[in-house]
Structures are given as C-alpha cells and as structure tokens.
Nanobody
Framework: QVQLVESGGGLVQPGGSLRLSCTAS????????MGWYRRAPGKQRELVAD???????NYADSVKGRFTISRDNAKNTVYLQMNSLKPEDTAVYYC??????????????WGQGTQVTISS
C-alpha cells in the first residue's frame, strides 16, 4: 500500500505565491520521477512539472520561470513553489509518483488533489 498526501493549496491573490508539498509513504522500495499535474475546470489534466530522482526537472511552458519543483529523497517528498500566480493557474493540483514497491511492483500513484484558487 502506497499513499501520496498533498498539502499547501489555498486561495491567493494574483501575483501571490504558494508552496505545495506531497509526501509518499507506505511499502516503497524506490521512487523514480515525481511530478505535479493540474486540472482546471472544463479542461483536461496537464503536466505542470516533474523531477527525476537525480533532480532533473521538466516544466510546462506556461509555468516556466514562475514555478520551481524540487524534492527531498530522504523524506520521499516533492515540492512545488509557485510564484507570480495568475488566475489561469486556478486548478486542482495532483501529485504523481512512479514507485517501485517492496514487492517489486512498479506503478504510478496519485494524490487526492489540492485546490489552488487565484482570485482577487
């Protein structure tokens, strides 16, 4: 059993900042790529950013220069620092992780989602 628990969402004004966290726990052997996705109302889920276990990061064009993804491998945690937030960043943000369990089963796991709302 593997769980991803997110935190850090909320309501902020345009131009503000938020930091999302996601911690994986359970029967984990290794964690490969971790990432953040989002789903805005009426839109499909999209990749926001992901990061390999070696720290190589990848960003959607829409967030480059504003968002920073990082991870703490010792804590099985991935972070998303979001600055200069815009109303179009409003969405439910989901954590995702590519995990090898202790029974050597490799799967993608998802968090429950955290709401981010950008509004004045």
């Amino acid at each position: 059993q593997v769980q991803l628990v997110e935190s850090g969402g909320g309501l902020v004004q345009p131009g503000g900042s938020l930091r999302l966290s996601c911690t994986a726990s359970g029967s984990i052997s290794s964690i490969y790529t971790m990432g953040w996705y989002r789903r805005a109302p009426g839109k499909q889920r999209e990749l926001v950013a992901d990061i390999t276990s070696f720290g190589r990061a990848n960003y959607a064009d829409s967030v480059k220069g504003r968002f920073t993804i990082s991870r703490d491998n010792a804590k099985n945690t991935v972070y998303l620092q979001m600055n200069s937030l815009k109303p179009e960043d409003t969405a439910v943000y989901y954590c995702n992780a590519d995990i090898l369990t202790i029974v050597k089963s490799r799967s993608n796991f998802w968090g429950q989602g955290t709401q981010v709302t950008i509004s004045s």
